[in-house]
């Protein structure tokens, strides 16, 4: 399915030549995170699991669940952390997948994060378990009382009683406590004493939606977030795409060369691979005979294009060999500078240089120009003169 998916995007033909302009992930980014919001069929299946999870937990007790309780147990109904719940192994593959939910997202259980409990009369919510106030159920927030608590197991209402005219929290312990351990009951009052017990039934918040109610869609989005963490661009990548921006040169020209170590500029291979080359358009590299147009050859393996880094590099004081990637080149300017001063000027001969080459492919191709070395260095140069 997702191969469908990818094949339509990119309009890969079937043994064809497909590039992908981006990384798939990156596509199923939302557009806000720069992707192109592409359904990701993966996160859609565990979001229409998650909805099994979320309508167990709903008030009602229709047939398949009195059949799920009889198969698997009471607990599915009230509790929202199962990872400690061993998976039976004759289960079938549907109920296994129910089951894993809980640790698809490595870091964290996302299920007791998303799915919180909205305390009411206290009936029916666990005191120490429920995930009802904070982060996290009161037993992990105080692991110390829970062990010393007689009521394990009471719900919150069994901890509100009436007293005088007014309603308090009480506790009882196995035990005196010693002064620290009253510390924490004292901690664990200002927790608890402003919720204040209405006559609602407890009940179930999807948190991930502002109403709170379960969708797939908003399941989708939080685990699409979750499952993503870490798949952003690699260290020293990010390190070359922040440091672009640092530059005096004008934004149209940084923007340009963004675009250009993202290799998603309408070089000729580029357009070919969307199916945007016209055919009356000619294939060939403008600057050398018999070389396909793609990004890396017309600025840095093209014969021309190496003369001018060769020049450049001369300017530079620097001696190099010219690297497999634009996104190596531009490592080597930015480390061959000394100093803060230098590096500004570096980086804006790198930026120049790119534009450079851009416009005169541009004016070969379409206004009777050359892709001269000279004329390029001569040109950079030019450009130099004006910002410097
Ligand atoms: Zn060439």
Request: glycine letters at 6%; charged letters at 25%; one cysteine or more.
């Amino acid at each position: 399915m997702v191969r469908i998916q990818r094949e339509f995007l990119w309009g890969g033909v079937k043994g064809g030549n497909k590039i992908k302009w981006v990384k798939w992930s990156v596509v199923c980014k939302a557009k806000r995170m720069g992707g192109l919001g592409v359904r990701d069929i993966k996160i859609v299946n565990l979001s229409l699991l998650a909805k099994w999870r979320w309508r167990l937990l709903l008030p009602g007790n229709p047939l398949w669940k009195q059949v799920l309780v009889a198969k698997y147990g009471n607990h599915i109904l009230n509790r929202v952390i199962w990872s400690d719940i061993r998976i039976p192994s004759l289960a079938s593959k549907w109920w296994k997948d129910v089951c894993s939910l809980d640790k698809v997202v490595e870091s964290k259980n996302w299920l007791g994060e998303s799915i919180v409990r909205k305390v009411g009369n206290g009936f029916s919510t666990y005191f120490w378990s429920s995930n009802w106030i904070g982060e996290a159920p009161l037993l992990e927030v105080f692991p110390r009382l829970y062990s010393l608590s007689i009521h394990k197991d009471s719900m919150v209402r069994d901890f509100y009683v009436q007293e005088g005219g007014g309603w308090r929290w009480s506790f009882s312990w196995r035990r005196n406590l010693f002064q620290w351990e009253e510390d924490l009951v004292t901690r664990l009052r200002e927790m608890v004493e402003p919720v204040p017990l209405s006559l609602e039934e407890d009940y179930w918040v999807w948190s991930p939606d502002p109403e709170g109610k379960f969708s797939v869609k908003s399941a989708y989005n939080f685990l699409g977030d979750e499952l993503r963490v870490g798949e952003d661009l690699e260290e020293e990548v990010a390190l070359v795409f922040d440091n672009i921006w640092g530059s005096p040169a004008p934004s149209k020209v940084i923007a340009f060369s963004w675009q250009l170590l993202y290799d998603r500029i309408p070089s000729r291979r580029n357009l070919e691979a969307r199916g945007l080359l016209c055919l009356d358009m000619p294939w060939e590299c403008v600057g050398c005979v018999g070389s396909v147009e793609s990004t890396t050859h017309l600025f840095l393996h093209c014969p021309s294009a190496m003369k001018v880094w060769q020049e450049v590099f001369r300017w530079l004081g620097v001696v190099i060999v010219i690297p497999p990637s634009m996104l190596v080149l531009f490592e080597l300017v930015r480390g061959s500078a000394r100093n803060k001063k230098t590096r500004l000027g570096f980086l804006m001969i790198w930026h120049a240089s790119i534009w450079c080459i851009w416009k005169a492919r541009n004016n070969a191709l379409f206004a009777n120009g050359t892709f001269s070395p000279n004329d390029i260095v001569e040109e950079i140069d030019e450009l130099e003169m004006v910002h410097c």
